[in-house]
């Protein structure tokens, strides 16, 4: 079983997004999907030795989070765009201490960061323990490092735990 | 023109205006913002509201009007959502470097040059990937 399946969330994702993207649940498009996702994991076991453990119910939730905070920031962005003048502007640079050790939950966080509206992760540091984002407005980086590592850092330590 | 009911034309004409709303402001953000790493939250941002309303709208009237499922809208989502963040980050990347190198014509935005990790370490863009931290391709 595991020699067929040796990633198991990778042919899951594979065959999910073959029959998405032949918009069509027939034997052929399942047949075809169920190949691709027992031979593409096999064929890329080279690139990924060492996978993370990632638990499904809590990620599942944190997509339903982060896709509410897309929601929510987008009018709060498109405020400031429309209301607020440049010469009130604070945009700043925030470093985030990280407390998330794999690449792939650094990967993720960073690219939560970049998806809510309002921050922008911009790089990390060479030593892989700071996150440099870049705000577009906060008045108190200290109190934005603290709701960003709050909401969204401590969700990812329990996914990837 | 078609024969959809009231109702449905009514939702997915306001999921249409919503998303082109967010998308005109996520172009006059380009537009108005001060600097470039500002200018990087309008288009990467409002868009992802904007595109999202356009792709539920398109979903909505291929299901209510016409009858039929569409899946390409979830598809398309979940690539924007992979690579917005990434061209985003490149984009920082480049202008780290460039305000580093002193290219001329490079503005330095408000919130001015990022200071240094409290570590001893620089930031990523700045040097060659160590040995044994994220980004080596070595141990990963």
Redesign the interface.
Known sequence: MSRLFPHPGLSALLIA?W???V?DVSFGTLFLALVFGIVVPIFTAPWW??RPHVRFIPGLAYCGLVLWD??V??FE??AI??FKP?RK?????L?I?LELD??EA?TVF??T???T??T???????????L?V?A?HATDPAAEVAKIKARYERRLKEIYA | MSDAPFLVELLVSALIVLGAS?AL??S??MV???SL??R???P???T??GL?AMLVASVAWFQLAEGV????E??VSVFL??T???S??MI??V??HRLRTGEPGEVR????T??A???????????A??EG???DFV??
């Open positions: 997004m029959v998405v993207m918009n030795p060492g897309i929601v920031a987008n962005v498109a765009i429309l440049n502007l604070r945009p700043a640079w470093t201490p794999t690449p650094i960073a690219g960061i970049s998806l509206p309002g922008v992760s911009a790089d990390v540091s060479a030593c892989g323990k700071y440099l870049h577009l | 967010f402001i996520g006059w953000g108005r913002l001060p790493m500002e990087l939250h309008g990467t941002k409002a992802t509201l999202g499922w569409t899946t390409h979830i598809l959502f992979v917005a963040p990434i985003a980050n920082a990347k202008h780290l935005g408000p919130a001015g990022p200071d990790p409290p570590t001893g370490a620089t930031w990523a863009t700045y040097e990937p160590h931290t994220p980004g141990g990963d």
